[in-house]
């Protein structure tokens, strides 16, 4: 069993559900991207994947590994790229590079030849040599990105993929993830970037409040709802669209 | 064995550590050649205190050999649980680390193993510096210094597992409890087998063989000393890197509100002082130092009368040099929030007083409940306050830990970064003391009295702390 199941995932804190019975599922060779307001539940359900946190109920597996009972196996089979910028400030981007070459245990050869053609596409190739904690936030972005992206893995997950990135970065971060995708790996964003989550995925998950509301290509949603944008199709899905008029009334009665 | 992940892990570690150093160095060409020297010098005075106290503790009864090994356990105690217990493996590594392929295991011994390792064997050879003149003038045999660095070893190892155990308890997973019977049961076992007894444990037989008052068997010292650091390693290890660990609660009751002071440096200081007191390793590492001076007081008031005001006094340095992580830690925690006081209408003057008055005050604050905890036995058994000299030493530490965690800043989860601010506060304790010895003699002389010249040094001690504050933060601000 290849790509990413997610069945029946919740976590609570307290009271308090932050991810609440999440069913779905990104098979290989698909971009996915999970997608919705601040606080919906995204980065909670990316660090379930990532094992950064365990669920309360339901199962989660990648590559057909259980990321609780085979958590090692599963961290295995992915990349994860998260939205805080990186650690380690007194390393060089090389050997921050190499040290998480050395935990996936990926050959040496391949790696490094992915790894360089990534940050050259990324302009990073001066900054080999410079200390972590030198880099802009953005810099440091690109560096996790190519870290995660330069392995061998069948599934990669990225958090906010075009935070802190320039609009270059942002045309390069798109076309290696489609190329990714391309090539068989099941590839899962979190991202409140709708223009870019839309031109990039495959098919949208759209979360709110915890749960998915609605699910699907770009275009299917579009025709669904009848909007011209993912964005008009996620104010529709969410009823934000009616809370932004009375805002804008407000507004106008401020100016008044 | 440890996997090749963890000890990459730990190797990167210990490479950005020294490559933290560096700036340090490029700021305070002196200081680091006195950190440098620190280790030799310390080395060397813990030898010669050694030497100069051996006909004493030779002389001493068989109540205070107990005491005097006992004594170096709680030191070993509470360095071990300080590095173990306010560090946090899940915590000290950003996210795409945590995500990669290293079991929990290797996640723990590369953060907190390894280093709480080195940490113990470098605390080792300070105390065989001390130990080997006595060895020598008792003509006890050489092997003793390794029952001595065996018996170090466990507790270091036992107060890891503690630490370990508590930080789980106050996360609301009470079965952690479960491992603290292994590791009463050893020592009482370890005391029963080498013939001291349930409660002092093997304490009394190691205390004699280091006196050389009582011939022991020496394989029953080594086997005793080797269940109990067997239970310690793994006890430690099961609790640390097999247990579930309970993840923090996101929402939560974070206690008394903030009241925002009108005067700058107030908002800085207090704002400082709040965020470290919401921090709950803070609050839980000061209960169990509280705890720890309690029982060590109620022991000594009961079992060894005799040496009360001098048990009082360790104590209670003992406590100030626990806590001494919260002053220490107290800038390191607040650096996150640079930017904010960068950019806020606060003067840079303003934002370092702010800073160093949080570090202070933090550490007198926690400092108070272990103190009260350690003193109210002996008030109990009618043998008086701590003499004034303790309180000025602890408030003198307080404020050069402080001074310490500017100088080389340390978070509250980083164990490698607590355990180089600790050097930092060992270095700068002895230069400030080992001064203090040289000076009041000769101001004595001159007939200033003796408050005056202890107000004097203190006061001295602070502004060279601020200035250190200054000039670091000034370099920081210059990178």
């Known amino acids: 069993m290849s790509g990413l199941r997610i069945s029946g995932a919740t976590k609570r804190y307290g009271d308090k559900t932050v991810v609440g019975g999440l069913y779905l599922t990104v098979e290989p060779g698909v971009v996915a991207g999970l997608v919705g307001p601040n606080g919906c539940g995204k980065t909670t359900t990316l660090s379930l994947i990532a094992g950064l946190i365990t669920p309360d109920e339901g199962r989660i597996s990648v ?109 390069v971060l798109r076309r290696l993830v489609r190329h990714i995708g391309s090539t068989g790996s099941a590839v899962l964003l979190a991202t409140q970037d709708l223009t870019f989550a839309e031109r990039v995925c495959d098919h949208l998950f759209l979360l709110y409040d915890g749960g998915l509301v609605a699910d699907g290509s770009p275009a299917v949603l579009r025709e669904r709802y009848q909007a011209s944008s993912i964005e008009e199709t996620f104010l529709a899905v969410t009823g934000m669209g009616r809370r932004i008029d009375d805002f804008e009334r407000r507004l106008d009665a401020f100016s008044r | 064995m440890i996997s090749s992940g963890a000890w990459t892990l730990f190797r990167a570690n210990a490479l950005c550590l020294m490559r933290r150093l560096r ?57 071990g649980f300080n590095v173990q217990h306010v560090s946090s493996a899940d915590r000290s590594l950003d996210a795409q680390i945590r995500a990669a392929p290293l079991s929990r295991l290797g996640l723990f011994l590369s953060t907190v193993g390894i280093p709480f390792t080195i940490c113990c064997l470098v605390v080792s050879i300070l105390s065989l510096a001390f130990f080997m003149p006595l060895i020598y003038a008792v003509w006890a045999p050489p092997y003793t210094l390794i029952h001595l ?52 444990g093997v304490a009394r037989p190691l205390g004699h063989a280091v006196l050389n008052t009582t011939i022991e068997s020496a394989l029953r010292l080594t086997c005793g000393l080797l269940l109990l650091l067997l239970a310690g390693v793994s006890v430690w290890i099961s609790v640390a890197a097999f247990l579930d660990f309970p993840e923090q609660q996101t929402f939560s009751h974070v206690g008394r509100k903030l009241r925002v002071p009108g005067s ?80 806020a209408p606060v003067s840079f003057a303003t934002y370092v007083l702010g800073m160093v008055g949080a570090g202070f005050c933090a550490g007198i604050l926690v400092v108070v409940v272990p103190t009260a905890t350690a003193t109210l036995p002996f008030l109990w058994a009618g043998r ?45 304790l002895a230069g400030v003391f080992a001064a203090g010895a040289w000076i009041a003699p000769r101001l004595t002389v001159l007939g200033i009295p003796e408050l005056l010249i202890v107000a004097g040094l203190t006061l001295i001690v602070a502004g060279l702390v601020v200035a250190a504050a200054f000039l670091r933060e000034h370099e920081r601000r210059k990178a």
């Open chain 2, 264 to 343: 700058r440096f107030g908002v800085v200081s207090s704002v400082a002082l709040k965020r470290i007191g919401r921090n709950r390793s803070v609050q839980r590492h000061t209960l169990f130092v509280a705890f720890v001076a309690g029982t060590l007081s109620c022991l000594t008031c009961a079992l060894l009368p005799g040496v009360a005001q001098i048990a009082l006094g360790s104590i209670l340095l003992l406590a100030a040099l626990s806590v001494a992580v919260v002053p220490l830690a107290t800038y390191g925690a607040n650096r996150d929030s640079s930017w904010f006081w960068r950019s």
């Open chain 2, 23 to 79: 700036p340090v160095a490029r700021t305070s060409p002196v200081l680091a050649l006195l950190a440098l020297l620190a280790p030799a010098a310390l080395i060397v005075g813990l030898a010669w205190a050694g030497w100069r106290g051996a006909a004493t503790m030779a002389a001493s009864s068989d109540d205070a050999s107990t005491a005097v090994v006992l004594t170096v356990g709680v030191v070993f105690a509470i360095v």
């Open chain 2, 149 to 200: 660095v065996l018996f170090e070893g466990a507790i270091f190892y036992a107060a890891g597992a503690v630490g370990e155990v508590l930080k789980r308890v106050t996360r609301r997973q009470p079965a952690a409890l479960l491992a603290l019977p292994p590791l009463v049961l050893a020592w009482v076992a370890s005391g029963l087998a080498t013939g001291g007894g349930a409660w002092p």
């Open chain 1, 63 to 171: 590559s057909g590994y259980d990321t609780v009972v085979s958590a090692l196996d599963a961290k295995r089979n992915f990349g994860f790229v998260p939205d805080t910028p990186i650690g380690f400030e007194h390393l060089t981007v090389r050997e921050y590079l190499e040290l998480y070459r050395n935990l996936y245990r990926q050959p040496s050869a391949r790696y490094e030849e992915r790894a360089g053609v990534m940050l050259e596409a990324f302009g990073l190739l001066e900054y080999g040599e410079a200390s972590l904690g030198e880099l802009s936030h953005g810099i440091r972005r690109k560096v996790a990105t190519t870290a995660a992206l330069s392995l061998d893995v069948p599934t990669i997950l990225i958090d906010e993929p075009t935070l802190g990135l320039d609009p270059e970065g942002v045309v």
């Open chain 2, 384 to 428: 008086g306050p701590p003499e004034p000299g303790v309180v000025v030493v602890v408030g003198v530490t307080l404020l050069v830990a402080t001074g310490a965690g500017f100088l080389v800043p340390c978070s509250l989860e980083n164990a490698s970064e607590q355990v180089l601010s600790y050097a930092a506060l060992g270095a700068s």
